[in-house]
């Protein structure tokens, strides 16, 4: 059995490796065309356009592993199953369920390689890439950010700190703008928070709320209760510097809640970012036992067929899980169920359907 075990895991991971490396690859290029026109002229190389996909890759990686291993496992074992390979082990004693037991602790270690992926990988290749961005596109962001802290210049050469921003309320928490003159810092303005105030034309204006304003030069120190700034751009320019909760890693995202929490804030859609972290892994395990699952109990398959049952599969699961997080983030359900809720119901028919392998 060892040796039939060896042979199916050698030709399993070649085409795992196949499929999740080149659906990768294509939807990387994708994404890079989609974005092409916003590359300033003349800047583009093949080198740099390696290196973007290189860049990108992890992230479509982990979003497609799961698939990748239902589609390995369906097209593997329901080629076998067609060639009635799986008949002939079991009229030579062997067990299905016995031969299936390394892929299923091997779906279990990609569900940790998934999890890590995100933790480290993810992060650390979402932050090259947007300094790739800036040095790249044509509209370079000069916007650093950490955990939700922002440092950006002005439209008057200030220099702005902003400790914590909340993308979904366009508030920004804890505002310092440092004005320099010729040889020494000019002025300095303390601000508890700054509110994106937009009129109807579409224009808008941040307005500071609590405002301390140091004037160095006048040797002055005033109080205001609100102040209008108007050198500083819209959210929008934040919006394209910031990593999104799918490109932090676990650690760096809870820092960021407790922040906001810290401040007054919740979140919910950011408490279903953070359990997305935990539950889309086991997406892999599930996926694996649902694709032996499926091989076992079938008598056609491989090729197509295996191919078009997969990418159903991942279709569906796809449509409720995002249908479950969409009700997490309006809090029709709880944001630390709703990740949860598709991922367990696959498993259950997962585990069903495995127990059910005719032996």
């Given at each position: ?76 074992f329901g080629l076998a199953s067609r060639n009635k390979e799986l008949i002939a082990i079991k009229a030579s004693g062997g067990k299905l369920k016995g031969l299936f037991l390394p892929f299923i602790i091997m779906g279990f270690v990609f569900s940790l390689f998934s999890f890590f992926l995100g933790e480290f990988a993810v992060p650390e290749f979402s932050e090259r890439l947007l300094e790739f961005k800036r040095e790249y596109m044509k509209t370079a ?219």
């Amino acid at each position: 059995m060892k040796i039939v075990q060896k042979f199916y895991m050698q030709e399993y991971l070649k085409l795992l490796g196949i499929i999740v490396f080149g659906l990768a690859m294509i939807f990387s290029l994708l994404d890079l065309v989609d974005k092409i026109d916003n590359f300033a002229p003349g800047k583009l190389s093949m080198v740099s356009i390696m290196n973007y996909i290189f860049l990108i890759m992890p992230k479509y990686i982990q979003y497609l592993l799961p698939m990748s291993l239902l589609l390995s496992s369906l097209f593997i074992f329901g080629l076998a199953s067609r060639n009635k390979e799986l008949i002939a082990i079991k009229a030579s004693g062997g067990k299905l369920k016995g031969l299936f037991l390394p892929f299923i602790i091997m779906g279990f270690v990609f569900s940790l390689f998934s999890f890590f992926l995100g933790e480290f990988a993810v992060p650390e290749f979402s932050e090259r890439l947007l300094e790739f961005k800036r040095e790249y596109m044509k509209t370079a962001e000069k916007v650093t950010f950490l955990e939700g802290t922002i440092w950006l210049r002005g439209t008057d050469g200030s220099f702005v700190r902003i400790a914590l921003y909340v993308p979904g309320k366009r508030l920004a928490k804890g505002v310092s703008i440092f004005m320099p003159g010729e040889e020494s810092l000019r002025k300095r303005i303390e601000a508890e928070e700054a509110q994106w105030a937009e009129d109807q034309g579409g224009t808008g204006i941040w307005k500071l709320a609590h405002v301390v304003l140091y004037d160095f030069e006048g040797g002055k120190v005033n109080s205001l209760a609100e102040l209008a700034y108007p050198y500083l751009e819209s959210p929008t320019l934040f919006s394209r510097g910031i990593r999104k909760p799918e490109e932090m890693g676990i650690t760096e995202l809870y820092r960021y809640m407790e922040r906001l929490n810290a401040s007054g804030i919740k979140d919910s859609k950011l408490l279903v970012d953070f359990h997305v972290k935990v539950s889309y892994p086991f997406t892999n395990f599930f996926m694996m036992i649902l694709g032996l699952a499926l091989s076992g109990m079938s008598r056609t398959g491989g090729g197509l067929f295996a191919a078009g049952v997969g990418i159903s599969l991942s279709v569906v699961y796809w449509l409720l899980y995002t249908f479950m997080l969409s009700m997490g983030y309006a809090r029709v359900i709880h944001p630390v169920l709703a990740p949860w809720i598709v991922p367990v119901l696959f498993g259950m028919i997962a585990a069903y359907l495995f127990r059910r392998i005719p032996e």
